[in-house]
């Protein structure tokens, strides 16, 4: 009688072993920690090569490069597990960062515009901390906190703006040095630039206009509120604002006349 009841007790126990190795996170699995000791060795690596481009003169900065190159390489043959998506999206946010900051090394040795290279190396740095981020939290078993790409952009014909804008703190930040206004129009054809190729851009942008890059973060919560304003100075003129996510214009707005304010905003959920 005994054994006749002890058989379906283990089965039961064995179906429910059989479910919770199937429940297991596969972010949790050996090939998965097994992924993530390889990604870090070569990150490391890649990041220290980071560190020395950024002390290194122009002359002898090739070989850094060449070997930055190398990594990004060796990083894109290596294939995360296919049931964690996570993984898969730590390695292209860093993949992302390290084409960004080979770009801005190599614009730095051409001497090319100083402003977009720094720009370029704070959009890498950021992409890099969130990563960091991301990875101490998969090997702590969470779920990471994903972001998108987000660049705020003006232009105007006007000669002056103040500016106002959220950023990924959830804080807000005003600019009314518009020194940094630039041709777009060659920007949006440059492949070296951070607007080049932007689905929608060339709605807004003619030859003739002027207009900054006010802010961008490659690594934006995306349940932070995404804001930005702009008024014209001491004159009139038009102006329009933009908030470019992922490669494409999401949301703006264009205002005309003395003083005109542009303004957009929203939650990104798409």
Sequence with gaps: MRVRYLIPVLILILIFSMVLSSCKNPCQTEQAQ?????????????????????STSRINLTPVISDMQDLKRELDRLEP?????????????????MDTAIDAFMMFQLEENEFVIS????????R????????????????????IDVLY????????????????QGETEQMN?????????????????????????????REDTKGMIVSGCPSFPKNEFLYISAQIGDSTGSISVLI???DKVWKSSTSHGEYAVAEASGYYEE
């Design 244 to 246: 470019i996510v992922d």
């Design 81 to 97: 597990p296919e049931k964690c998506s996570e993984l898969s999206y730590i390695k292209k946010h860093y993949l992302e960062g």
């Design 128 to 147: 890099f901390e969130y990563v960091d981020k991301w990875i101490k939290e998969i090997e702590g078993g969470e779920t990471i906190s994903k972001t």
């Design 177 to 205: 040095d518009t020194a940094h206004m630039t041709d777009l129009y060659k920007g949006m054809n440059d492949d070296e630039s951070l607007i080049y190729n932007i689905s929608g851009l060339e709605e807004f942008i």
């Design 34 to 54: 097994e992924f993530i000791k390889e990604f870090k060795n070569i990150k490391n690596t890649f990041d220290d090569k980071f560190e020395l481009a950024g």
């Design 119 to 126: 720009l370029k190396i704070d959009k890498a740095n950021v």
């Design 153 to 168: 952009v003006l232009t105007t014909t006007a000669s002056s703006a103040s500016i106002t804008y959220s950023n990924e």
